[in-house]
């Protein structure tokens, strides 16, 4: 069965440091989204790009967090610098198209700042 | 800004009983995906409904869209302990509007 791949799952980093997230989205899956989530509450997006196009970033702070989608499959998130308040879930998603279609979700990526 | 609002935030019951959980909305959406979160997983599409007054069945899960296409409800018969988790609506406004939004959620803990 098809998934969404995520890595690494776990991430430990010093305040101030680099991290990068990496998401492979299901074969086909135009639409691919990225989400925090904070510990009890729902995902919040971050950014979702259509193909290699971003479609919606404004939840994303752009002073410390990027994201690209180059050839429109697979997906980098950067935070640079990690804060300690960016310690998160940070889950992948995809879908066929965006909005209507199902979202399918990666396990996600356990991030947490010291 | 479309937001969804979800009803209680926290529940906790024997196994057995039934709940209702509620999803709710002031905006109109095209369709609504109910999606289950289990701890440090990511979550789980269940069912998603487009048709305002549909209506929805997945065993012991029954999932309806209001006829508005503004609120929906999860309604669990004879709860058990497996079926403890995040319960997350979600919706996108549809047309040239896809943002998927999702609201906060509610905790149920089904105990033995």
């Known amino acids: 069965e098809a998934e969404v791949a995520q890595s690494p799952r776990y991430k430990i980093t010093e305040k101030s440091q680099a991290v990068a997230f990496w998401c492979d989205p299901i074969?086909?899956?135009?639409?691919l989204y990225w989400y925090r989530q904070i510990l009890g509450q729902g995902p919040e997006l971050l950014v979702q790009f259509q193909d290699e196009s971003v479609v919606d970033d404004s939840q994303l702070p752009k002073d410390r967090f990027s994201a690209e989608r180059l050839k429109g499959v697979d997906s980098t998130l950067k935070i640079q610098p990690a804060e300690l308040g960016d310690s998160a879930m940070y889950l992948c998603?995809?879908?066929?198209?965006?909005?209507?279609?199902?979202?399918?979700f990666g396990q996600g990526t356990r991030l947490t700042v010291v | 800004t479309q937001l969804l609002e979800q009803s209680p935030q926290f529940l906790s019951i024997q196994e057995g009983e039934n709940l209702t959980v509620y999803c709710n909305s002031s905006?109109?959406?095209?369709?609504l995906q109910w999606y289950r979160q289990e701890p440090g997983e990511g979550p789980v599409l269940l069912v998603t409904v487009v048709t305002g007054g549909e209506v929805k069945k997945l065993k012991r899960l029954t999932f309806q869209f209001g006829d508005a296409r503004k609120d929906s409800s999860l309604h669990i018969t004879a709860a058990q302990p497996g079926d403890t988790g995040l319960y997350l609506c979600?919706?996108?406004?549809?047309?040239?509007?896809?943002?998927?939004?999702f609201g906060k959620g509610t905790l149920l803990t089904v105990n033995p």
């Open positions: 074969s086909g899956h135009a639409t």
């Open positions: 998603a995809s879908s066929l198209e965006g909005g209507d279609t199902e979202a399918f």
């Open positions: 905006s109109v959406f095209s369709s």
């Open positions: 979600a919706g996108a406004p549809g047309g040239s509007n896809y943002k998927l939004t």
